[in-house]
């Protein structure tokens, strides 16, 4: 007879503090299978039968309750039906996430016979909810048709370590390693799912070195930051200059996210958008120094001017960012030129890593920064999604951030 036990699931974990998964486990015939309810707990946070001693124990207990009555209502449909044709444990949790989520069923009946590598990945690909994610995803697959001009026919199970190494050496033509990396992420994720599925035996990742190099940091000192902003530049590098002071004050705010914004999510002081990268919805408290300068910028239907004048952000992002590089440069005639730049490096992406790093020294919680700039906590993924983000405490450190500036 199958059987569910709900258990925290310490298996590897050597360090009492280290979060691990809450699972729901399936036993059958001497088989075992689970499934994850994405609840991440410390080994002192879990009794057995009610999470305690978290922060948000109330939550996660709600959480934690309402995923296990799903998982048991399925597992009861199931048995009513009759569990004695199941072989083993894995194809009761397959029958009980088909139950949970039937648009599973629907992409089983798309699945190619013998596993066509491309079909499957796609498929893989429809369930990344993150449009930025997705960009990543199609990326990769583009350079690896690319690489392998034969790969519409071949199976999963074909590619193995010869393949990713020859698709890495292809690659690193025109990308670098930190490029390379997380394209095949991608198709690393596309192989453990693969693999966790029965479908193929080996994966050809195990070894693979995926680690990123260090990157220069893209923060810059307070003084620094001091002098872009006082600095008395010439007329055209005004306005650009404006805008990346913008970003800063706005918690470094993504330019796509700010140029596109429409007069009508300025609501009670507030910039309310969906971040284009990840989809995530954002609120964000315009300062006053925030909002002087969207007061002398203002666009007809957009929030700012900029897009009044342009079809496409990215055009007056690339007229910003090298506008950006040439600040401190006085540009006495179109040939001529005294001084030199303050920032030559610099770009609109320096506004968000310079808020970060300007709130770390402050000290500022690192929580309350990986909020402030959307970053999922391992530990707390389920939480931050049923769970309503408190704005107050970004609102509060993004004040304290701007009067650090401010101070002489």
């Not at 079909?119 to 392998?148: C, H, S, V």
Request: charged share 30%; proline share 3%.
């Amino acid at each position: 007879m199958a059987t569910l036990q709900l258990i925290h699931d310490r298996r590897g974990i050597k360090k009492a503090s280290t979060p691990s998964t809450l699972r729901m486990m399936i036993r059958h015939k001497n088989t075992t299978a689970s499934i994850p309810l994405e609840v991440q707990l410390a080994a002192n946070q879990w009794n057995g039968k009610e999470v305690v001693k978290h922060p948000n124990e109330k939550q996660l207990n709600a959480v934690v309750k309402k995923k296990s009555s799903d998982i048991e209502t399925a597992f009861m449909m199931i048995a009513l039906g009759g569990e004695e044709h199941f072989i083993n444990a894995t194809e009761i949790k397959e029958s009980i996430l088909d139950k949970l989520d039937p648009d599973r069923i629907k992409l089983k009946e798309k699945e190619h016979c013998g596993h066509r590598f491309v079909p499957y990945y796609l498929q893989f690909m429809e369930r990344r909810n993150a449009k930025g994610t997705n960009e990543i995803y199609e990326r990769a697959l583009k350079w690896i048709r690319k690489y392998d001009l034969e790969i519409e026919s071949k199976d999963i199970e074909q590619l193995d370590r010869k393949w990713l190494e020859g698709l890495d050496k292809a690659m690193s033509v025109t990308n670098k390693k930190n490029s390379r990396s997380i394209m095949l992420r991608s198709v690393r994720a596309v192989f453990s799912h693969a693999n966790e599925e029965g479908i193929v035996k080996t994966d050809p990742f195990i070894g693979f070195d995926l680690r990123e190099e260090t990157t220069v940091k893209r923060s810059m000192s307070l003084e620094t930051l001091r002098t872009i902003r006082d600095w008395k530049v010439s007329p055209w590098q005004e306005e650009y200059r404006d805008m990346f002071m913008l970003m800063f004050y706005l918690v470094g705010i993504n330019a796509a996210d700010l140029f596109l914004a429409k007069k009508e999510q300025m609501v009670d002081g507030r910039l309310n958008y969906k971040r284009k990268k990840t989809g995530k919805l954002y609120s964000v408290k315009i300062q006053p120094e925030a909002m002087a300068i969207i007061e002398k910028y203002q666009g007809k239907d957009f929030l700012l001017s900029p897009m009044d004048r342009y079809n496409n952000y990215k055009n007056y992002l690339q007229h910003m960012n090298k506008a950006l590089s040439t600040l401190g440069i006085n540009y006495t005639t179109s040939s001529e030129k005294k001084g030199k730049a303050i920032f030559p490096q610099l770009s609109t992406y320096w506004s968000r890593h310079t808020w970060a790093t300007l709130a770390y020294e402050i000290g500022i919680p690192v929580d309350v920064i990986g909020q402030a700039l959307g970053h999922s906590d391992r530990q707390h993924t389920i939480t931050m999604i049923y769970i309503r983000m408190d704005d107050k405490k970004v609102d509060e450190a993004n004040r304290k951030v701007l009067d650090y500036l401010a101070k002489a």
